[in-house]
């Protein structure tokens, strides 16, 4: 994967923003990076099977939940320029209680827990791993305790109109799934997009 060209900034930009990548670090790692192409709807992680990638978001969009005697319940949804992965399972290499699958067609960049093992190993190149990993570990923690602090500290209601203020989410994704993330019914938001319309 050519990782310095013009269609990968977006993942340059990423990986900066979490560790000093130079271009000779991205043209090291090219050759480990795969370009997935999901359909609408298609899985890339299913609870109960072990994760083997972590990924980033080029473009489209990601749906996470759980499904709990048989019912489906939404815990976020990732777009592009977002990291996604199934992460507590895939650093463990454990099975997943979370599924992961495309709400639109999408394009990711993904990295497989081998090779992240093998640059590890690599004089020279381990330090650089090593710290884009932890830091994005740290991402994705604090992206999680702000989603558990929401749950807790604000109403459906304030959910929405911090979706509303922050994010594309409501112009992108069906409301059904919307609805199921807020952990409301599809008519309580309804109820609320009205009460919210000038």
Not at 9 to 37: E, I, N, W, Y
Not at 66 to 92: C, K, M, P, Q
Not at 166 to 181: E, G, H, K, S, V
């Amino acid at each position: 994967m050519d990782l310095l060209s013009p269609e990968t900034l977006p993942f340059r930009r990423a990986v900066r923003a979490l560790s000093p990548f130079t271009d000779a670090d991205f043209a090291h790692m090219g050759p480990g990076v795969q370009c997935t192409k999901l359909a609408k709807r298609e899985p890339w992680v299913t609870a109960g099977e072990i994760p083997r990638m972590v990924g980033f978001l080029l473009s489209g969009s990601v749906r996470y939940f759980y499904i709990v005697d048989g019912v489906e319940h939404t815990s976020y949804f990732s777009t592009e320029g977002e990291w996604l992965a199934a992460y507590t399972s895939f650093l463990r290499q454990t099975p997943s209680n979370l599924s992961i699958a495309a709400l639109e067609d999408s394009v990711l960049l993904t990295i497989s827990y081998d090779q992240l093992n093998a640059w590890e190993r690599e004089d020279g190149f381990s330090y650089r791993i090593n710290h884009l990993m932890r830091k994005l570990a740290e991402y994705i923690i604090a992206c999680y305790d702000e989603r558990v602090a929401a749950f807790v500290l604000r109403s459906p209601e304030e959910r929405y109109r911090q979706l509303a203020d922050t994010t594309d989410y409501l112009q992108r994704i069906p409301q059904q799934y919307i609805a199921n993330y807020l952990g409301i019914t599809p008519v309580s938001l309804s109820r609320i997009r009205k009460r919210l319309v000038p």
